[in-house]
Antibody, heavy 122, light 107 residues
């Protein structure tokens, strides 16, 4: 069974850096699947942050592109999110998720982590 | 970016009834890249439908998806109390991937 788990600081100061890790089990980060970050501000909808696939460059939401980096750590089967210059508007639940690729079709975001709430506050 | 507009914003129905949720795209979306998710309160989203009409693993056949081009529909037949959630459509064919704003289902 595929499992994803987010981890990282829950409180970040304004203008600081938000760093999260998504640990993957039951699948290899080297696979052709794509590894995504999605966030959800309190009481709001889902916002796609970006994705990465091993061997390919990351792709980001233009609304965050100047501040975000997603990278892969194959030795630990993890991928990470770094968001710089955070403000209160970055306070949200952050989810990691797998976009499944079977070789012939894309199967949606079929596995998600439980999410981690990050608050930006001094 | 592809803007997805869901309607209605809130849907109030009774157990056993049928729910019809709409998702309209600002430009044509390939059928293979349209998905629906269920998000129960306090939980992560759960994949219901991918490829417009294919049910994800262990999703009951009460859930069905249809549509093409710019108009897509999620239908939930025989509503159960457990179906209380917000439902999101998503396109993942063109980056940035986008979600609709959600339809809240009340039972």
């Amino acid at each position: 069974q595929v499992q994803l788990q987010e981890s990282g600081p829950r409180l970040v100061k304004p203008s600081g850096t938000l760093s999260l890790i998504c640990s993957v089990s039951g699948d290899s980060i080297d696979s052709r699947n794509r590894w995504n970050w999605v966030r959800q501000a309190p009481g709001k909808g889902l916002e796609w942050i970006g994705e990465i696939s091993h061997g390919l460059s990351a792709d980001y939401n233009p609304s965050l592109k100047s501040r975000v980096t997603i990278s892969v750590d194959t030795s630990n089967n993890q991928f990470s999110l770094t968001l710089i210059s955070v403000t209160a508007a970055d306070t949200a639940m952050y989810y990691c998720g797998r976009l499944r690729y079977t070789g012939s079709y894309w199967g949606g975001f079929d596995f998600w982590g439980p999410g981690t709430m990050v608050v930006v506050s001094s | 970016e592809v803007v997805l507009t869901q309607s209605p914003g809130t849907l109030s129905l009774s157990p056993g009834e049928r729910a019809t949720l709409s998702c309209r795209a600002s430009q044509s979306v390939s059928r293979g890249f349209l998905a629906w998710y269920q998000q129960r309160p306090g939980q992560a989203p759960r994949l219901l439908i991918y490829g417009t009409s294919t049910r994800a693993a262990v999703i009951p056949d009460r859930f069905s998806g249809s549509g093409s081009g710019t108009d897509f529909t999620l239908t939930i037949s025989r509503l159960e109390p457990d179906d209380i959630a917000v439902y999101y459509c998503q396109q993942f064919g063109i980056t940035p991937y986008t979600f609709g704003q959600g339809t809240k289902l009340e039972i």
